[in-house]
């Protein structure tokens, strides 16, 4: 079992930036993919970014030159960096992490979500 602790939604201000926190325990093995997605009423999950293992990187377009995705390895943590928010970017923030636990099996994991709301 894997459990996934996010932190850092909040209210602010279009212009302004929020750092979100996600981190993971369990009987970990090992960690693939790291993410964030983000979920409005009414409509679907939909991707915000992604990184590997390996470091590389994917985000939404929506989002690109904005938001930095980023991980600590060291602490099974991943971070989203918002910056330049806009009233858009307004949703609940879901983390999911994909990998392997003792004694080999593989795991998808989702957070309990984190709310962002940016005011205009």
């Known amino acids: 079992q894997v459990q996934l602790v996010e932190s850092g939604g909040g209210l602010v201000q279009a212009g302004e930036s929020l750092r979100l926190s996600c981190a993971a325990s369990?009987?970990?093995?090992?960690?693939?993919?790291m993410g964030w997605y983000r979920q409005t009423p009414g409509k679907q999950r939909e991707l915000v970014a992604t990184i590997t293992s390996a470091g590389n990187t994917n985000y939404a377009d929506s989002v690109k030159g904005r938001f930095t995705i980023s991980r600590d390895n060291s602490k099974n943590t991943v971070y989203l960096q918002m910056n330049s928010l806009k009233p858009e970017d307004t949703a609940v923030y879901y983390c999911?992490?994909?990998?392997?636990?003792?004694?080999?099996?593989?795991?998808?994991?989702w957070g309990r979500g984190t709310p962002v709301t940016v005011s205009s």
């Open positions: 999911n992490v994909q990998g392997v636990v003792y004694p080999a099996r593989f795991f998808n994991s």
């Open positions: 369990g009987s970990i093995l090992r960690i693939d993919v």
